[in-house]
Structure formats: structure tokens, C-alpha cells
């Protein structure tokens, strides 16, 4: 069974960074696509990033389009932990985000659908 569990949250000034973390059992990046989204109030569910494993050692992630040259996602396997490194932060960029991990071997898109596990979720919130 696949559990995930996201720390790192905060409150933070426009301009600052956090970075957030996903401890997880039963998965890492080197099995499942693991990714981050995020939802605001009233909004739906929103692709942030997302990290899989092709081939032997080789890895590779997507960035949305409203995060692009400002987060970036990474993952270590020994740790079995999914980290998102949030720069330039915005007002805009406040939401619940959350971690999430589709079943081993699936080569999972940005759709949120396509992603069987998600963890509880931590607020960012961004003040102006």
C-alpha cells in the first residue's frame, strides 16, 4: 500500500521560497510517476510537476506552465522522499498542494485522473 505524506507548508512573502516534502512508503520515483498539484479555493485540482524513471537510471519531469523557471521537482530514492523547490514565490501560487503517486510502471500524464494515490495535502499560502 502506498501512503504519502506532505510537509513544508507555510506562510511566506511574495518574493520567498519553501520547499516542500513527500515522505513516502511503498513508492519513489525510481517505481511510480510522482508528481505535485495544487487546489485553491473555489478552483479545480492544478498539474504543478510531476517525475518518472525511464530506462535504467534516467529521469525526467514536466513543469506547468504557470510554475515554469520557479519550481522545480526532485526525488531521493534512499530517502523515499519527493521534494518540490518553490522560488519566486507568488501570491498567486496559494493553495493546498499535494503529493501524488500512480501504480508502479504507469507512465502517468499531468491529469490528475491518471494518479491512484495522493496524500492529505499542505497549505501554501502566499501573502502579498
Known amino acids: 500500500q502506498v501512503q504519502l505524506v506532505e510537509s513544508g507548508g507555510g506562510l511566506v512573502q511574495a518574493g520567498g521560497s519553501l520547499r516542500l516534502s513527500c515522505a513516502a512508503s511503498?513508492?519513489?520515483?525510481?517505481?511510480?510517476?510522482m508528481g505535485w498539484f495544487r487546489q485553491a479555493p473555489g478552483k479545480e485540482r492544478e498539474f504543478v510537476s510531476v517525475?518518472?524513471?525511464?530506462?535504467?537510471?534516467?529521469?525526467?519531469?514536466e513543469i506547468g506552465d504557470s510554475v515554469k523557471g520557479r519550481f522545480t521537482i526532485s526525488g531521493d530514492n534512499d530517502k523515499n522522499t519527493l521534494y518540490l523547490q518553490m522560488n519566486s514565490l507568488l501570491p498567486e501560487d496559494t493553495a493546498v498542494y499535494y503529493c501524488?503517486?500512480?501504480?508502479?510502471?504507469?507512465?502517468?500524464?499531468?491529469?490528475?485522473?491518471?494518479?491512484?494515490?495522493w496524500g492529505q495535502g499542505t497549505q501554501v499560502t502566499v501573502s502579498p
Open positions: 501524488a503517486a500512480a501504480r508502479a510502471g504507469y507512465r502517468a500524464s499531468r491529469r490528475a485522473r491518471d494518479f491512484n494515490y
Open positions: 511503498g513508492a519513489t520515483v525510481s517505481t511510480h510517476t
Open positions: 517525475m518518472w524513471r525511464s530506462g535504467t537510471n534516467t529521469y525526467y519531469a
